[in-house]
Nanobody, 117 residues
Framework: QVQLVESGGGLVQTGDSLRLSCEAS????????QAWYRQAPGKQRELVAY????????TYPASVKGRFTISTDNAKKTLYLQMKSLRPEDTAVYYC??????????WGQGTQVTVSS
């Protein structure tokens, strides 16, 4: 089992930057995929950043590419999402995600990010 706890959300203005953190505990040695998702009111949860912690390869959707950066420490204990040039449409609850080698998925409780115009 893996437990995930996000932090770092808050209220910012358009153009500001914010860094989210996700602390993992439990069987972190088994994690082989990590990601950040977000869910805005009335919308489906969407992927905003993915990283393979084994090699650091990351992918982003077009909506955040060039503005968001995902990273993780070598021990896979902490996952980060650096966000810059934030826009009102980035307002959402952001969730940390991890998947272990057997394919079990784990989610954090979410952290609210609100970008005012």
């Amino acid at each position: 089992q893996v437990q995930l706890v996000e932090s770092g959300g808050g209220l910012v203005q358009t153009g500001d930057s914010l860094r989210l953190s996700c602390e993992a505990s439990g069987s972190i040695f088994s994690i082989d995929e990590q990601a950040w998702y977000r869910q805005a009111p009335g919308k489906q949860r969407e992927l905003v950043a993915y990283i393979d912690p084994r090699n650091g390869n990351a992918t982003y959707p077009a909506s955040v590419k060039g503005r968001f950066t995902i990273s993780t420490d070598n021990a896979k204990k902490t996952l980060y999402l650096q966000m810059k040039s934030l826009r009102p449409e980035d307002t959402a609850v952001y969730y940390c995600y991890a998947e272990d080698e057997p394919g079990d998925a784990f989610w954090g409780q979410g952290t609210q990010v609100t970008v005012s115009s």
